[in-house]
């Protein structure tokens, strides 16, 4: 059973290693810890806890649509080309970078700005998982 250090869950759950270990010091997620003192999580109770965080995260104001896109990415539009037809948007959604390539108008239709608030959801016939 792989484990992770405190400091890789947070990358993987998107938060802070400050965040992580409050949640463990709190029981909200068990850890263990291995023959050198340092404090690790166990893959399948990361797994668990992790779903959890994701059904749990507060959405703030905003409604969510109504969608059968089951990934979705809520983050910062981080760059935005242009040309006559199409343009290409990219969102940086905590640790993952997006890249959409949609019409020009659509982007003019949706507004999307660089700095602003956006969600890039994924609805793939095809997933590809590579294993770390």
């Known amino acids: 059973m792989q484990s992770y250090t405190i400091g890789q869950a947070a990358r993987l759950l ?28 166990d893959g399948r109770d ?3 806890f992790s779903v959890e965080v994701a059904q749990s995260a507060d959405r703030g ?9 089951r990934n979705a ?20 959604a905590g640790p993952h970078r997006l890249v959409s390539l949609l019409t ?6 949706l507004g999307l700005e660089v700095g602003m608030r956006a969600t890039a959801r994924v609805k ?9």
Do not use: C
Request: hydrophobic residues 35%; proline residues 4%; aromatic residues 4%.
């Open 14 to 41: 998107g938060v802070s290693p400050d965040t992580a270990r409050r949640w463990a010091d709190a029981g909200r997620v068990a850890t263990h810890r291995d023959e050198n003192g340092r404090r690790l999580i």
């Open 73 to 92: 990415f809520p983050g910062i539009v981080t760059g935005i080309k242009l040309g006559d037809i199409a343009a290409q948007v990219e969102i940086q």
């Open 124 to 132: 793939s016939t095809s997933v590809h998982i590579d294993r770390a």
């Open 104 to 109: 020009r108008e659509a982007v003019e239709e």
């Open 46 to 48: 990361l797994a668990a």
């Open 61 to 69: 104001d905003e409604e969510e649509p109504y969608t059968s896109t």
